[in-house]
């Protein structure tokens, strides 16, 4: 049950940086201010729930060999592929946000089909 909590966590705090995206593109004068601190923070929890979040679907897939493959390989490219994508698209800032969500949420979602799966104890 933790994997999937920590999964659905992970997932809703993506979901809230998009949503704190699309306000912060709506505001202007000073009151924007307040998104700072917000934009900076939720991206590094975010990476630190994906990481989590692969961690415990690791643990609990250690005996199927298959899962446990494809789980590292999700976890490894969701929480250095958006690392590795900032450096590449540096210049386009757009581009990164779309490719790291699509990377970073390798992990929770990989995480959540093997806890549904019928594999998972």
Request: overall charge positive.
């Amino acid at each position: 049950m933790g994997v999937r909590v920590a999964a659905i966590a992970t997932l809703v705090l993506l979901i809230a940086y998009h949503l704190m995206r699309v306000a912060a593109t709506a505001c202007s004068g000073s009151a924007c201010d307040a998104f700072i601190p917000v934009s900076l923070l939720l991206p590094i929890l975010i990476l630190v729930g994906a990481a989590v979040t692969g961690v415990l679907a690791i643990v609990a897939a250690r005996r199927d060999t298959t899962w446990l493959i494809v789980l590292i390989l999700c976890t490894a490219v969701g929480v250095f592929g958006p690392i590795v994508a900032l450096v590449v698209l540096r210049d386009s800032p757009d581009a990164f946000v779309v490719t790291s969500t699509i990377l970073v949420a390798l992990a929770p979602v990989g995480a959540l089909v093997y806890s549904f799966s019928r594999h998972a104890a």
